[in-house]
């Protein structure tokens, strides 16, 4: 009884191209094994110069967007109580201001119940 051993044996001769594919393909497999199951603790970024703020690395997606729409609900607080001593065209820009902040609330809001639905 004999055995069919259609596949590549130790002797087979592999092209030198086809040897080089495969090692590209072997690095690459490598690189996104690594990427995704022993992940390199990425460079700290350093922050410019010029900037004078930063936010925390470590906060998760609920707390930034829970901050960010109370800090636009807090501007939209504050120019609506400017407004009222404004008179005229200037009056109309600033509820025009707050209007675009009561946006970006909504939005902020929106994407606060898509990351924790309640």
Avoid: C
């Amino acid at each position: 009884m004999s055995e069919d051993n259609s596949g590549p044996t130790k002797n087979d001769s592999i092209s030198p191209e086809a040897s080089q594919n495969t090692k590209k393909l072997d690095e690459a497999a490598k690189r996104a094994l690594d990427f995704y199951l022993d992940p390199k603790p990425q460079p700290k970024k350093k922050p410019a110069a010029d900037q004078l703020f930063t936010v925390v690395e470590v906060l998760d997606s609920e707390t930034l967007l829970a901050n960010l729409s109370e800090t636009l609900a807090s501007a939209s607080a504050m120019l609506n109580h400017l407004a009222f001593d404004l008179d005229g065209p200037r009056r109309h820009f600033a509820f025009g201001i707050q209007q675009m902040i009561e946006l970006s609330e909504l939005l902020a809001n929106r994407a606060l119940d898509v990351v924790d639905p309640k």
